[in-house]
């Protein structure tokens, strides 16, 4: 594909990337606006979607609220500005999708590294505008994160697609050079890097949807509480439908969240506050529905939910120790401990960063420290994964081969099949007689038809006993036909008569 074609598609899927993420606010915002305030201050409409567009992308957002609002809520005055900084995972998971997506298209047509650059600047270009933009009084973000961290957000995925795509077709460069030094490794050292990559992507997968399932099994199991706070909002169907939204928008955090309860170390929900399947300890929470999913305590039997992990650890390890080339002789350790222990070590990291990623302020004093802590979490991610990925891959492989001291007895007492070969069949006269189907008519002059004489009294006519031919008998009909068969010049005394 052209590279000029190439690089508009990468500019089309960064515009539609970032346009598909603010369209995503702006669209129940502004129903929000016409139906839900009474004056609304259309000024005051792209600045909060950009507010929101800026959090999901990992921006801290400060809030100050006006002295009216303070007076006529009661709020304490020392409130009155503070900063939002738990994202809404679904906006940056958008966009790292959309990245990733469009970085391995570029990279699949050979020109991984102008898509990628394409892609990043325009991406680059539309944060600068929403950042200089967006500001307002009530409402505001620093201008170098709200550019540099939606941008990356953006070119770090970009970047790994790319790299993807151009592993697969080749790129006649830097790949191809990395793949050239990979399959220059040793038999047994070859193919540890992609086992480590593969082991890392069905790791993350795996936590990932073992996060979903805690999720769902935590609203099904105390919906009578969300169910309760619904009630208790008072919210009319337009405020119920942002409600909805907003916490939908906070799905992939709250996945993150009970991937750290599943794994032990579990999450705060404000200063002084765990969330932990050994012990909850919190204080009162805000009246956000999807709260209520929080367990109010907790059993012994809820640590065995760090088996999950191990389990996670284990499928990887058996889908890894498949995928391993089977040698004759025993198979070094070596190769499977680094993959068991890198597999481990970067998920591992993929815990810290998810850990930085989900957690964050939610609002003023004790509510600034929400999510979990990027060490424990890392922590014992690592080595949950390990535990269950060892098992697997530093075992014996069984039925794989024959061990050497027991082949010998094998080939004793087993003798080769031996390979199919026709023999030559026999060459023998033909023998009219012997494979004769039935009579053959004599040979009459042309135009004459054939005898009526010639047939066996079986096929002549049962009624006709005057002529000649029914006092014939068998064997002179045989006779007739046999002489009718032969060849002028042979006689009967010839082979094969």
């Known amino acids: 594909m052209h590279r000029l074609l190439v690089a508009l598609l990468a500019a089309l899927d960064a515009l539609l990337a970032a346009a598909g993420g603010i369209a995503v606010v702006l669209a129940p915002l502004a129903l929000l606006w016409v139906f839900g305030v009474g ?84 991406f680059a270009a539309i944060a600068v505008l929403v950042a200089l933009t967006s500001n307002a009084a009530l409402v505001a973000s620093e201008t170098g994160p709200a550019i540099l961290l939606p941008s990356l957000l953006f070119l770090v995925p970009s970047f790994v697609g790319a790299v993807i795509g151009a592993w697969r077709v080749g790129d006649d460069g830097p790949v191809d050079a990395v793949r050239g030094w990979v399959e220059r490794m040793p038999t047994v050292w070859a193919p540890v890097p992609g086992l480590v990559l593969r082991g890392l992507a069905l790791t993350t997968l795996g936590l ?32 119920a439908t942002v409600i909805a939204l907003g916490q939908l928008m906070y799905l992939p955090t709250l996945v993150l969240w009970a991937l750290a309860f599943t794994a032990g170390p579990g999450f705060a929900l404000g200063t002084d506050t765990a ?25 012994s039997w809820l640590l065995l939910l760090a ?36 597999v481990a070590a970067l998920t591992g990291g993929v815990g810290a960063l998810a850990a930085v990623a989900s957690s964050g302020a939610i609002g003023p004093g004790r509510l600034a420290d929400t999510g979990p802590q990027p060490g424990p979490l890392a922590l014992a991610l690592g080595l949950e994964v390990l535990v269950g990925s060892a098992i697997l891959l530093l075992s014996p492989r069984f039925g794989a081969a024959v061990d050497d001291d027991v082949r010998p007895v094998f080939d004793e007492q087993r003798e ?81 008569r």
Do not use: C, K
């Open 39 to 122: 004056d609304p201050d259309w000024g005051a409409l792209w600045p909060a979607s950009a507010a929101v567009w800026h959090l999901g992308h990992l921006v801290p957002v400060t809030v100050s609220l006006p002295d009216a609002y303070l007076a006529a809520t009661g709020i304490d005055p020392s409130f009155a500005t503070f900063t939002l900084s738990l994202a809404p995972l679904a906006f940056a998971a958008f966009t790292a999708l959309f990245a990733a997506r469009s970085g391995v298209r570029a990279g699949e047509a050979g020109a991984a590294l102008t898509g990628w650059l394409s892609g990043s600047l325009v």
């Open 208 to 239: 990932v949807a073992v996060g979903g399932v805690i999720v769902v099994a935590g609203l099904i199991a105390r919906s009578s509480q969300v169910i309760g706070l619904y009630q208790a909002s008072n919210a009319d169907a337009i405020g």
């Open 275 to 299: 969330v932990t399947p050994a012990a909850t300890q919190v204080g009162a929470l805000p009246g956000i529905p999807v709260l209520g999913a929080v367990p109010d305590s907790t059993s």
């Open 307 to 342: 088996l999950l992990p191990v389990g996670v650890g284990a499928l990887t390890g058996w889908i890894l120790r498949s995928r391993m080339p089977v040698t004759a002789d025993s198979e070094p350790l070596a190769p499977r401990l680094v993959v068991a222990v890198a």
């Open 416 to 496: 080769p099949a031996p390979a199919f070969s026709p023999g030559p069949r026999a060459q023998t006269p033909f023998d009219r007689d012997e494979h004769a189907t039935g009579p053959a008519p004599t040979v009459s002059a042309p135009g004459t038809g054939i005898a009526s004489d010639v047939w066996p009294r079986s096929y002549r006519d049962p009624d006709d006993t005057g002529s000649a031919s029914a006092q014939l008998g068998d064997d002179e009909v045989r006779a007739r036909i046999r002489a009718a068969w032969s060849e002028p010049g042979d006689d009967d005394s010839s082979p094969g």
